[in-house]
Nanobody
Framework: VQLVESGGGLVRPGGSLRLSCAAS????????MMWHRQAPGKERELVAR????????NYADSVKGRFTISRDNAEKRVYLQMNSMVAEDTAVYYC???????WGKGTQVTVSS
């Protein structure tokens, strides 16, 4: 089981980024997927979760209305579209699959002017 995140970087406040997580080694279409993040000095927190078929989605209150999680089961990818970003979104973002208790290595997102 492997998860590989990409798409992080430096963005100005108010800007957008799209993260991608490529999955392999398991039946992706049967697995709920999550994005978490960990800011410096803080605990890792759940950002968004999507069910296996994409019909059930939920978000942390801090990102509701700004972030959108989606998935492409044919491509075995899960995405996180981040809009209207603020400094508090600065963190390492991780992809996670509950069924296999597996984390990606993370991608750094920095929001700064």
């Amino acid at each position: 089981v492997q998860l590989v995140e990409s798409g992080g970087g430096l963005v100005r406040p108010g800007g957008s980024l799209r993260l991608s997580c490529a999955a392999s080694g398991f039946t992706f279409s049967s697995a709920a997927m999550m994005w978490h993040r960990q800011a410096p000095g803080k605990e890792r927190e759940l950002v968004a979760r999507i069910s296996s078929a994409g019909g059930y989605i939920n978000y942390a209150d801090s990102v509701k209305g700004r972030f959108t999680i989606s998935r492409d089961n044919a491509e075995k990818r899960v995405y996180l579209q981040m809009n209207s970003m603020v400094a508090e979104d600065t963190a390492v973002y991780y992809c996670y699959v509950t069924s296999y208790d597996t984390w990606g290595k993370g991608t750094q997102v920095t929001v700064s002017s």
